[in-house]
């Protein structure tokens, strides 16, 4: 079954980019959306269909997908960026939605 | 505003029965796909069923399959999850998301507060 694989934890420090990669067997012909998610709330649509942004996402918020790696992109974090942060594609051989496990961006 | 709120959630012994209700506002509600997606607290998010605009594709998450019932009523506004055969694993927080067109397959926008579902003796 396809599964997609997140980095358990990113560190950061502020004013810096972080990167946080989705991994999966040709993830680059599937369209993967990013989600963040701040304790106790639900989670929130930052990047769709790879590289597009949703109206009040910040720019600094980007999206690749290329071979087996997808990327989310955060330029000049800020300690408000620190948050899990999801992927997730649809799986059209299997009908159904995958979401990774989460990575965990820490701002130090 | 797209506004979306769970309901129906509450303490449920094993073996017995829920319905969680999702009321959305804000949208034209028969344009959209809709979802329901669970998290185990502190863990990750689980995708647990999908319906089309108009309910003629419907998918389940193995983990659900033959015990969870997905459905909507466009005339209310309203998405549904029946869940039956309730084991403590499907103890969550339950969420409705909208999908981001009208058959399954794009991207969740926005997501509900969910709704908490406690399957324990």
């Known amino acids: 079954s396809y599964v997609l694989t997140q980095p358990s934890s990113v560190s950061v420090a502020p004013g810096q980019t972080a990167r946080i990669t989705c991994g999966g067997n040709?993830?680059?012909?599937?369209?993967v959306n990013w989600y963040q998610q701040k304790p106790g709330q639900a989670p929130v649509l930052v990047v769709y269909?790879?590289?597009d942004r949703p109206s009040g996402i910040p720019e600094r918020f980007s999206g690749s997908n290329s071979g087996d790696t997808a990327t989310l992109t955060i330029s000049r974090v800020e300690a408000g960026d620190e948050a899990d942060y999801y992927c997730?594609?649809?799986?059209?051989?299997?009908?159904?939605?995958?979401f990774g496990g989460g990575t965990k961006l820490t701002v130090l | 505003e797209v506004h979306l709120v769970e309901s129906g959630g509450g303490l449920v012994q094993p073996g017995r029965s829920l319905r969680l209700s999702c009321a959305a506002s804000?949208?034209?509600?028969?344009?959209?796909?809709m979802h329901w997606v669970r998290q185990t607290p502190g863990k990750g998010l689980e995708w647990v069923s999908g319906?089309?605009?108009?309910?003629?594709?419907?998918y389940y998450a193995d983990s659900v399959k033959g015990r969870f019932t997905i459905s909507r009523d466009n005339a209310k506004n309203s998405l549904y999850l029946q869940m039956n055969s309730l084991r403590a694993e499907d103890t969550a927080l339950y969420y409705c998301?909208?999908?981001?067109?009208?058959?399954?397959?794009?991207?969740?926008?926005?997501w509900g507060q969910g709704t908490l579902v406690t399957v324990s003796s």
């Open positions: 804000g949208f034209t509600f028969d344009d959209y796909a």
């Open positions: 269909a790879d590289t």
């Open positions: 998301a909208k999908d981001g067109s009208r058959v399954i397959g794009r991207w969740f926008d926005p």
């Open positions: 319906i089309s605009w108009n309910s003629d594709r419907i």
């Open positions: 997730q594609v649809w799986d059209n051989g299997r009908d159904l939605v995958l």
């Open positions: 040709n993830i680059g012909s599937k369209s």
